[in-house]
C-alpha cells in the first residue's frame, strides 16, 4: 500500500518547525527518523495532511556531558548513541538498551526523539526515560518523563510544540544497570521486558532503584511498588525473584494480542524483573 497523499515540509530550524507546526495544526506531524512512522503510513494505520521533516535540522543532534547529566539531542541517531563514549559512562542503561532496537539499519536512521515522541509502550527508549526520570526538553517548559506519556502513542506535547533534547541524569559509582527482554525475534518488539537502575551506598544497602516496564501496558510503566520494597534493603539481602512478582502484582489492562494474552505476558515480565534485577546488582556491587 502507499500513505494517503501529504504535503511535505523541511524547515531549516527547530524554530522554523515549531512555526509550521503552530500554522499547520493538528493536521501536522513531526517526521524525524521515520522507522515507526512511514510504516504505519504505507499501511494507512494514520494519515496527516502535512509531514514536518525535521531530519536536516543538525542543531537537534548532539550529545553532551554535563556534571550530573547527559544531553542527548533529538535528532541523535540511536547508532551514534549505541557507540558514543559518554553515553556509555554517563547513561549506562540507556547504552545497553540500544541494541534490542530493530536492527543496525534501523538504529542507522531512527533517532532518540522520534522514538520517544512515538511513546510506544513496547520500545525500549521510553521506558528508559521514564525509569531514568529523564527531563524532555521542548522549545516550551521542560516535561518530566512521568508526566510525558499519557496513553498509547500520545504524549503531552501540544501540536505546536518540539521535542529538541532529552536529559539523563548520571547515577553515582556504586550503580548497576541490566535490561532483559523477550520478543519471538531479535529485532522484534518486546513480548515483555524490563529495564532495571541499582545503586548501592557504602553499606550495599540500596540507595535507588528504579524499574521500567516495557510491553505491560498502554504507556511505559515503573514498578513503584517493587522499587519502594527495595529501597534501604542490603543488596545480599534482596529477592530477584519476591521483588519480579511485587513488580507486576498491580498491573491491570495488560494487553493481550497473538503474542499471548495478559497474564502470561505479566508472568514473563516477572521473571525478566528478577533477571535484570540480580544483574544490575551483580553489577552494582563488584563493576562487572
Known sequence: MKPSPFTYHAPDSAQGAVALLAELG?????????????????????????????????????????????????????????????????????????PYIGHFQIRNRGTLGGAIAHADPAAEYPAVALALDAEMETLSPRIPAAAFFTGLWTTALEPDELLVAMRFPVWGARSGFAVEEFARRHGDFAVAGAVVGIELDEHDLVRRCAIG????????????????????????????????????????DVPSDLHGPGEYRKRVGAQLVARALSNAIMEAQHGC
Open 26 to 98: 493538528e493536521g501536522a506531524k513531526v517526521l524525524a527518523g521515520g522507522q515507526s512512522l512511514v510504516p504505519m503510513l504505507a499501511l494507512r494505520l494514520t494519515a496527516f495532511d502535512h509531514l514536518v521533516d525535521v531530519g536536516r535540522i543538525g542543531a537537534l543532534g548532539g550529545i553532551r556531558r554535563e556534571e550530573e547529566a547527559v544531553i542527548i539531542g533529538a535528532g541523535t541517531t540511536e547508532a551514534a548513541i549505541e557507540m558514543d563514549a559518554s553515553v556509555q559512562a554517563g547513561v549506562p542503561l540507556l547504552a545497553k538498551a540500544t
Open 213 to 252: 516496564l516495557i510491553g505491560l501496558g498502554s504507556t511505559p510503566l515503573r514498578a513503584t511498588v517493587a522499587e519502594t520494597a527495595a529501597l534501604g534493603a542490603a543488596a545480599t539481602e534482596l529477592s530477584p525473584d519476591e521483588l519480579g512478582r511485587l513488580a507486576v502484582s498491580e498491573l491491570v
